[in-house]
């Protein structure tokens, strides 16, 4: 069963966040932009001792925890060529990891080298125009096209009912995909810090003035105004602060996103507000409670139109709350799956 004939991913605007807020005009030519590959973003992690304390993850190399991790390459909607890491107990419950805008698998570091993957296949997904996959110019507003790329890493992997954990951005990209293929091929769902709707005032209700006062700069084509933009986008994410070498981590892998990618992301106006009562299979909705991004009220929001859903509000964690408690975001979402 699908959902596409309810709604269309229908409108909540008809002027995006991008084009309510801010102008690309007489911006330098793409030649001047960070981020047009990813050789920056694999230096970085290569030689970072933290985040990256197993290597770049190669067919058969393990991780710090002695499992092996995999990459592959799946063809997404359009032909898009995804970059894929998976590892973890091949028998278990897979969880599929979806991160957020302008960050790539490597966010899920901290469950990826955890004792989930002792119980279940862990896969994480770099999304198009993040981290290792394609980075096409005008593939960023179709949500048939963000659903594809998910079907796609579900069917070439045979994952066997996953869990889809998404977040900030990431919940977007799997409700796309329960839009245009419905529920039937997975478990449940975990809305993590998460957004269901873009473009719309009511969207931009729920994030916070710091927030919408970087997004400018993330935004721009300059250089030095978006790698600005985009590390003051990290210190947002997280109440518990990186080390120096974590942080130029991240930082390395989210200025490997061209700045039309993240342009291209936030143009959509949309909303799921007739998808979300719809849904059945079981979610989990975690949220931080000092949430620096998302406000925490959006939790009553999506309580509100999915009544059957689990609220995990985590005491003294910012929007990233995988990375600022992950020993209790683990456990919990090891829980859910196994209530599955």
């Given amino acids: ?102 960050q790539c698998w490597l966010q899920w570091n901290l469950q990826m080298n955890s004792s989930l993957a002792e119980a279940h296949r862990l896969v994480a997904m770099d999304m198009r125009g993040h981290g290792l996959s394609d980075k096409p110019h005008d593939v960023y507003t179709d949500s048939k096209l963000w659903a594809d790329d998910v079907n796609a890493v579900i069917q070439t992997l045979h994952l066997d009912h996953p869990v889809l954990s998404g977040w900030s951005y990431g919940p977007l990209v799997f409700l796309d995909y329960i839009r245009h293929y419905g529920e039937d091929q997975i478990g449940g769902l975990q809305f993590v810090g998460a957004v269901t709707k873009l473009g719309s005032e009511e969207a931009m209700s729920v ?86 991004i998302v406000k925490p009220a959006v939790v009553d929001q999506h309580v509100a139109a999915m009544p059957h859903a689990q609220v995990q509000l985590m005491a003294n964690t910012g929007h990233g709350a995988f990375w600022d408690n992950a020993a209790d975001f683990n456990e919990r979402l090891r829980a859910f799956c196994e209530s599955l």
């Avoid at 995999?70 to 419950?93: A, D, M, P, W």
Wanted: net charge positive.
């Fill in 1 to 102: 069963m699908t959902f596409s004939d309810a709604g269309s991913t229908p409108a909540a605007s008809t002027m995006p966040l991008t084009h309510q807020f801010f102008s690309f005009a007489d911006q330098p030519p793409e030649s001047a932009l960070v981020g047009n590959d990813a050789s920056t973003y694999r230096r970085l992690f290569d030689s970072s001792s933290t985040l990256g304390e197993f290597q770049w993850p190669r067919p058969g190399c393990a991780g710090r925890r002695g499992k092996l991790m995999q990459t592959h390459q799946v063809t997404g909607g359009g032909g898009v060529q995804l970059h894929v890491v998976e590892t973890g107990n091949q028998r278990g419950r897979p969880i599929l990891f979806i991160h957020g805008v302008s």
């Fill in 207 to 292: 994030l916070t003035p710091e927030f919408l006062g970087v997004v400018p700069q993330f935004l721009s084509t300059d250089a030095e105004t978006s790698v600005r933009g985009l590390e003051s986008l990290l210190g947002l994410c997280f109440r518990r602060k990186p080390s120096a070498s974590e942080l130029y981590l991240m930082l390395g892998y989210n200025v490997s996103v061209p700045p039309f990618v993240r342009q291209g992301l936030f143009s959509r106006s949309f909303h799921n507000d007739d998808l979300l009562p719809k849904i059945r299979k079981p979610v989990l909705l975690t949220h931080g409670a000092a949430d620096a």
